[in-house]
């Protein structure tokens, strides 16, 4: 396989093996690799909690029955929320 890399990206791989950490470019981008493998599986994982909470929840009976007429209200205050919390980051920063 050949796949073309950015001037930046060869720069990261040779600035790698420069640093005495990996003997060949295949190194860098191998771990590079199984990294993001990592992260994706570990994503995924905590999806898949997260998932199986939410129907441990309902089956626990928590949860909130909602008509349409609540919809609306429910959507305006999940934005509120969530610009609010935006607005804190960004503050932070």
Same mark, same amino acid.
């Given at each position: ?5 950015t001037?930046e ?12 950490m ?11 690799? #199984? ?33 349409v007429?609540e919809?609306?209200?429910?959507a ?9 919390r935006l607005?804190?980051?960004i503050?932070a #920063?």
């Amino acid at each position: 396989m050949n796949v073309p890399l950015t001037p930046e990206v060869e720069k990261l791989v040779a600035d790698r093996m420069e640093s005495g950490m990996y003997s060949t470019s295949s190194e860098v981008l191998l771990e590079s690799l #199984q990294l993001l493998k990592d992260r994706d599986d570990a994503r995924i994982a905590a999806l898949r909690a997260d998932i199986e909470e939410g129907f441990a929840a309902v089956e626990r009976g928590e949860y909130t029955d909602y008509d349409v007429s609540e919809v609306g209200k429910l959507a305006e205050k999940i934005k509120a929320e969530g610009r609010k919390r935006l607005a804190s980051r960004i503050i932070a #920063q």
